[in-house]
């Protein structure tokens, strides 16, 4: 799949795949590196997820029509080749320890019930999995990782809480995902984690995870969690 949308009068996405995949964000990923080389320097932004990209343009600086033309080459190229666009086994793995305690896991037993499973068994599935990130939204340093393992896939709250913790460790669906700051939220909590994911420093953001990066979660004691700056709400 190729398709070019027009998104505002700044903006064009780029579709490359029909359903999120391992497969379909490398292949974003290597649209990127390639956008990159050829009319890096007239964009503004490169937004890469699941299975396609947005790109924002400078109107003053760019050629609308000649940076179609690019964008379609390039798509071109990439559905001509026969590479698998597997993923980069030499990817770094990010480990973020989880503390799964009952006080930061408001959602865990309510989980397990809800698969069939003890708590220890949910925690050991979690943390066994190795998830990509295929997007970072809704917040600063907010990554959508997947995918979680079947037996764990349980539906969004029917109530979203109105101030879920920074830090919280939640799943919905088959997504995962690490809150970065206090926000409203409506996946399930089955952990905290106290390892910042973004932050911001004389005026420059800083984002632990990107799009692309490979995460495990490791599950570690309550006396751990604090050692390594985790705190609790009141």
């Given at each position: 799949m190729f398709q070019i949308v027009d998104s505002g009068d700044t903006a064009i996405t780029v579709y490359l795949a029909d359903r999120p995949s391992q497969h379909s964000l490398s292949r974003v990923l290597t649209f990127v590196d390639r956008l990159k080389q050829v009319v890096g320097d007239t964009l503004q932004d490169i937004v890469p997820s699941y299975c396609g990209v947005t790109l924002y343009f400078d109107v003053l600086r760019c050629d609308y029509f000649l940076l179609r033309k690019k964008i379609r080459d390039i798509g071109q190229a990439l559905n001509a080749e026969q590479s698998l666009f597997s993923a980069d086994e030499d990817t770094q793995i990010i480990s973020l320890p989880v503390y799964y305690g009952e006080e930061s896991?408001?959602?865990?037993?309510?989980?397990?019930?809800?698969?069939?499973?003890?708590?220890?068994?949910?925690?050991?599935?979690?943390?066994?999995?190795?998830?990509?990130?295929?997007?970072?939204?809704?917040?600063?340093?907010?990554?959508?990782?997947?995918?979680?393992?079947?037996v764990l896939r349980v539906p969004r709250l029917d109530s979203p809480r109105k101030r879920v913790p920074a830090g919280s460790v939640a799943i919905a669906g088959n997504q995962a995902a690490v809150y970065p700051s206090a926000s409203p939220g409506g996946w399930n909590l089955i952990g905290r984690c106290p390892t910042p994911l973004f932050s911001c420093r004389d005026g420059q953001p800083e984002v632990l995870l990107s799009v692309g990066a490979q995460v495990r979660f490791e599950a570690i004691s309550r006396s751990e969690y604090i050692q390594l700056g985790g705190r609790f709400d009141e």
């Open positions: 896991a408001p959602d865990l037993a309510r989980v397990a019930q809800a698969c069939n499973l003890t708590q220890a068994e949910v925690i050991q599935l979690h943390s066994s999995q190795t998830y990509c990130v295929f997007a970072l939204g809704f917040r600063p340093g907010f990554a959508f990782m997947g995918d979680v393992p079947e």
